[in-house]
């Protein structure tokens, strides 16, 4: 089945953010030679599907705005974002930066999970008397900082802080 892709006008049945050619373009220009390596567009269309549900996972309370048609399939298009204090992402538009993300998320999914189950870091093991010491700050969940870093323009809680004066 053809990848359906969103392009700004709320599709109820999108399923990615980004496009095969979009992908294979961005990776191409990044000098990414694993996503031209995967050995057909059916697996490039699956990892974009992957890395949208992921994206949708992760980020669906934390955008800015809010979804532009009630019943679309993703979280964009979105209505009311302004990025940077000044600048209004257009209405019916997916940003380059949400589709980047969902191409460097599709790498990432087709080599490995995406969301893995994780468990606590075992920081002291006895095989005698068997005793286990877990780690406190173990990670509950996988993160990718390049990607949150993408996308921080278009993410609550994400707005440049400014200093205050007195006069």
Known sequence: ?????????????????????????YHADRGNAAWAALTSDALRE?????ATDYMLQKYRTSWRGVRQVFN???DW??????VDEY???????????VIHACAELALKAATAELNPDLSQQILQQTVGPISTTYSESSPQSK??????MML???LTGSSISHQVVRS
Not at 87 to 97: A, D, G, I
């Open 1 to 25: 089945m053809s990848l359906i892709v969103e392009t700004g006008s709320g599709d109820a049945t999108a399923e990615s953010y980004c496009s095969v050619a979009a992908a294979s373009t």
């Open 46 to 50: 699956q990892a974009l599907r992957k």
């Open 72 to 74: 679309q399939a993703l």
């Open 152 to 154: 921080r323009p278009l």
């Open 87 to 97: 600048r209004c992402v257009l209405m019916n538009t997916v940003p380059n930066e």
């Open 143 to 148: 993160r990718y900082a390049s990607i949150d």
């Open 77 to 82: 298009p979105r209505l009311n974002v302004i």
